[in-house]
């Protein structure tokens, strides 16, 4: 049972428009959550993060909101560009120790 | 800055064969992890290891094990690959302290076609 879910395995953007990705979680254990990019033929990389005692984190273009009470959070890229079409992966993790819990990923692909 | 190595990009072996999976990464980090990434089911942990000789498993441990002699490399073996095992590794490193403790750095991946 798959205690991250993205639920689109899509998304498809116009340049210059907003991208929203969404995870939720079932785990109320986790307390910490991460967003990575990957790229075809990279690894993933580390994107922005947000801690449970926050609802929102922002850095430059990329803001990430955290609903703790619908265990939902959402990854806004304003604006997006061509360069941000990739993989978007959704992570968490609880004290318990420093594992990582990842979602599916969402493809997007931003058009020009 | 930081980084993560994995010994090949892309690895195809026949059914039966022992694979080894390298990981060397120079930032000194406590932690090491092994994925592997599947279409839809985004990346699975398959063993960790927090120090030298420590290991613990992961969510999908079976089929693979794993050696870390030296706190710089971290091994994944496939002890007799079937072709189930066909997928993308990754491999990736942390620290173990508490400032952003869970940021994990990783390598590019290892592609494995098992035949």
């Known amino acids: 049972d798959q205690q991250v879910k993205q639920n689109s395995p899509s998304l498809s953007v116009q340049e210059g428009r907003i991208s929203i990705l969404n995870c939720d979680y079932t785990?109320?254990?986790?307390?910490?959550f991460l967003w990575y990019k990957k790229y075809p033929a990279e690894g993933p990389t580390f994107l922005i993060s947000?801690?449970?005692?926050?609802d929102k984190n922002e850095d430059g273009r990329f803001t990430v909101f955290l609903n703790k009470s619908a265990k939902h959070l959402s990854l806004h890229i304003v604006p997006s560009q061509p360069g941000d079409s990739a993989v978007y992966f959704c992570?968490?993790?609880?004290?318990?120790?420093?594992?990582?819990?990842f979602g599916g990923g969402t493809r997007l692909m931003v058009k020009p | 800055d930081v980084k993560v190595t994995q010994s090949s990009r892309y690895l195809v072996k026949r059914t039966g064969e022992k694979v080894f999976l390298e990981c060397v990464q120079d930032?000194?980090?406590?932690?090491m992890f092994w994925y592997r990434q599947d279409p839809g089911l985004g990346l699975r942990l398959i063993y960790f290891?927090?120090?030298?000789?420590?290991?613990e498993k992961g969510d999908i441990p079976e089929g693979y094990s794993v050696s870390r002699e030296k706190k710089e490399r971290f091994s994944l073996i496939l002890e007799s690959a079937s072709t189930n095992q066909t997928s993308m590794y990754l491999c990736?490193?942390?620290?173990?302290?508490?400032?952003?403790?869970?940021?994990?750095?990783f390598g590019p991946g290892t592609r494995l076609t098992v035949l």
């Open positions: 992570a968490a993790s609880s004290n318990a120790g420093n594992m990582l819990t």
């Open positions: 930032m000194d980090h406590e932690n």
């Open positions: 290891s927090y120090d030298v000789k420590m290991k």
């Open positions: 785990n109320s254990m986790f307390d910490y």
């Open positions: 947000i801690s449970s005692i926050k």
């Open positions: 990736a490193s942390s620290f173990r302290g508490l400032a952003k403790k869970d940021e994990q750095f």
